[in-house]
């Protein structure tokens, strides 16, 4: 699991070294309606065995992906509470992103675990790039104003490579200071948008969005067009 630093350094516009959330996993494929109803243990705890579980882990749902690569994806999410101390509690939601096998199994191929009280939300996308691998897209959003940060993965017949952001180094050579807020790519098309900020400008409202397309040069996503215009 990434630490808070990676991902306030990754939201703040700033590439880290290749880092990506969660953990990818080996595990047999499951009825869809366990994955619908009941919590897996896929390992890779947020807290050692000092801690306790307060009430039973609880299934919040299963999501549609778009199909990729000739196969359909869905993602899960699941909530516990657990007891730091006697007077200290946390909450947890773990993602499960899932491909199906026929028409009721479910097979996990990654996961993330993470405190909503830093996160609002992480969402999974997939989409097929060149030669049969396919591009994982991981959306965290920070909740009030941090905004959202994205991390990709290659897939490629059951390997994972971590792709590195040169386009985050490109726009922060062109706007020092200017990226706050993070980014939004559009995982299918490659295209995204971000706000870029003055000095003076408000947290609320930068002076300028940049639009922009990526092209995927082996394990980068470099930075192929750059618009600029005024932020409504």
């Known amino acids: 699991m990434r630490s808070v630093t990676t991902v306030v350094l990754a939201i703040a516009g700033l590439a880290p070294l290749p880092s990506f959330p969660g953990a990818f996993v080996r595990h047999p494929a499951i009825d869809a309606s366990v994955a ?6 896929l390992g890779n705890d947020m807290y050692d065995k000092s801690v306790s579980a307060i009430g039973a882990c609880r299934a919040l749902g299963l999501h549609e992906v778009e199909r990729a690569g000739g196969v359909e994806w869905v993602y899960g999410t699941y909530g516990r509470r657990w007891l730091l101390s006697p007077t200290d509690t946390a909450g947890e939601t773990e993602v499960v992103l899932f491909t199906k096998r026929g028409a009721s199994r479910l097979q996990p191929v990654w996961h993330y675990r993470y405190e909503p009280e ?3 939300s992480v969402v999974p996308q997939v989409a097929p790039v060149a030669a049969g691998a396919l591009l994982l897209s991981i959306e965290e959003c920070a909740n009030g104003t941090g905004g959202c940060a994205q991390s990709f993965a290659l897939l490629d017949h059951g390997s994972q490579t971590v792709v590195r952001l040169t386009f985050l180094d490109s726009l922060n050579r062109r706007f020092p200071g200017g990226i706050r807020h ?4 559009d995982v299918r098309t490659l295209r995204g948008s971000l706000g870029l900020y003055y000095d003076k400008d408000a947290n609320c409202c930068p002076s300028r969005i940049a639009e922009f397309s990526l092209r995927l040069r082996g394990t980068s996503l470099a930075l192929a067009s750059l618009e600029l215009r005024r932020a409504d």
């Open 118 to 120: 830093m996160l609002r």
């Open 36 to 41: 619908e109803r009941e919590c897996l243990s």
């Open 182 to 185: 993070g980014f939004q790519v």
